[in-house]
């Protein structure tokens, strides 16, 4: 990308206009994101009430694939962003050879990939889980018969920003049982992904994901969970929003903490360096997200990356000066970043279908919103369904004990267990 594209301008005779392929909740704070600063929006989405199509100025409502649709958005965009990584590859290359796109389709190809993308951590010199790729029946008797087909964790973390440094990946022969065999494609939210204690429940569960290309990981022993989302515009220049902590229930994110401390600084400081270089040996353009486990021994490994903003980096919309849509916005647009501050401490509570459902109908947000620092972000989905994310909650506060109180009284009001 080599414009930059002011809001209030003309482009190709049309107000300036950002475009999302996808139309979630994501897409739905992008577009207002880039509203506040005066764009006009298109987000493509098959679904007639797509939480962003509904609050777009256009909403073109055709398949991802669609050649007719991508053409409109082509037409109605001066630039083109994507909110879900399973936008496909080709969509995204269509888009990208008329308009700029970002994140780019190599990008979000590695990161639509498990086995791919945690090579891609790997050649960075971050470590991984210990893991097996599992595509075909060789590769299951191998692991079967003889683990020493594991991939480990790299002997020595040592690549720089940008790097292409040699690192060693060993063969650590590592038992990788118990262990989590995940589809290598198109999972989130902890589906597609089957928990396997003993070598005898591998071909079961492989059979039951119906054989398709998965990724065994070793299950580790986890002490807590952090992320850590960045911005990098098309010049190279980026910046970082603080670590976040989170806690995750069943596979989906529940809660996430954010202030100074919250994770060891040592560790935190691990996190940011580590995401920075997988940016950079992407040539990322956007905002991406990369989350960690943070392991009893005290070390770091890295789980997966998000090629967009993230359920984790939701604080920053009331916690931080530049939220992470706005510089989704910014990255976008060609406009400069700067580093966003943290200026209260904050926690967010994500908001499950499974809340309404326990209400029969709509929860008591007047109570909730009694409390202090209570910022309230619904999607606008109508209906509730167990683990769907409806919304979320942000705490913010002057000190970390008046946050926590008052989110630990907001989740007693809503019958999220205590954190
Ligand atoms: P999402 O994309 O919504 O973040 P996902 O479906 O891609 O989720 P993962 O991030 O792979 O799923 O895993 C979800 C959660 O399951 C993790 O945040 C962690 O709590 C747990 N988990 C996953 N892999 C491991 C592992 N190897 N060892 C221990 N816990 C794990
Ligand atoms: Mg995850």
């Not at 482009?11 to 475009?19: E, F, I, K, R």
């Not at 972000?377 to 913010?396: E, S």
């Not at 109180?405 to 907001?410: D, F, I």
Request: aromatic letters at 4%.
């Amino acid at each position: 990308m080599k414009s930059v594209i002011l809001p209030g301008t003309l482009v190709n005779g049309q107000p300036a206009t950002l475009g999302v392929m996808g139309g979630g909740q994501l897409g739905r704070m992008f577009v207002h994101a880039a509203q506040r600063m005066g764009y006009f929006t298109a987000v493509l989405d098959p679904d007639a009430a797509s939480p962003a199509g509904r609050v777009s100025h256009h909403h073109i409502q055709t398949a991802y694939l669609d050649e007719q649709g991508l053409a409109r958005l082509i037409q109605c965009s001066a630039a083109i962003t994507t909110e879900f990584e399973n936008v496909p590859a080709p969509a995204l290359r269509t888009l990208g050879a008329q308009r700029p796109v970002a994140p780019g389709a190599d990008a979000v190809a590695i990161a639509q990939d498990r086995a791919q993308e945690k090579a891609h951590f790997t050649r960075c010199g971050v470590p991984v889980a210990p893991h097996a790729v599992i595509e075909t029946a060789a590769q299951l008797a191998a692991v079967l018969g003889e683990s020493s087909a594991a991939q480990g964790r790299p002997k020595q973390a040592s690549a720089p920003p940008g790097g292409s440094a040699v690192h060693e990946v060993t063969s650590v022969g590592a038992d990788l049982f118990p262990g989590i065999l995940k589809t290598a494609r198109m999972g989130y939210d902890g589906k597609g992904q089957m928990r396997v204690k003993t070598r005898a429940e591998l071909a079961a569960a492989w059979d039951e994901l119906r054989q398709v290309p998965c990724v065994l990981e070793k299950m580790l022993p986890l002490a807590a969970e952090c992320s850590v989302i960045v911005a990098r515009g098309a010049d190279g220049q980026m910046v970082n929003l603080p670590v976040q902590r989170n806690l995750h229930r069943e596979g989906i994110l529940a809660v996430t903490e954010v202030f100074e401390g919250n994770v060891q600084s040592a560790l935190a400081a691990q996190a940011v360096a580590a995401t920075r270089s997988i940016a950079e040996g992407l040539q990322y353009v956007g905002v991406l997200c990369v989350e960690f486990f943070i392991l009893q021994d005290g070390s770091l490994v890295v789980n997966e990356m998000a090629p967009r903003p993230h359920n984790s980096g939701h604080y920053s919309m009331d916690a931080c000066d530049h939220s992470q849509f706005d510089l989704q916005v910014r990255t976008l647009a060609g406009l400069p970043l700067v580093q966003p501050r943290l200026h209260s401490p904050s926690i967010m509570l994500n908001l499950l279908g499974d809340i309404w459902l326990a209400f029969k109908g709509v929860p008591p947000w007047d109570q909730v919103l009694a409390l202090p620092g209570a910022h309230l972000h619904l999607y606008g989905k109508l209906d509730a369904k167990p683990g769907r994310k409806m919304g979320h909650l942000n705490i913010t506060g002057k000190t970390v004990d008046e946050v926590r109180a008052n989110a630990l009284a907001a989740a007693k009001i809503l019958g999220i267990a205590p954190f």
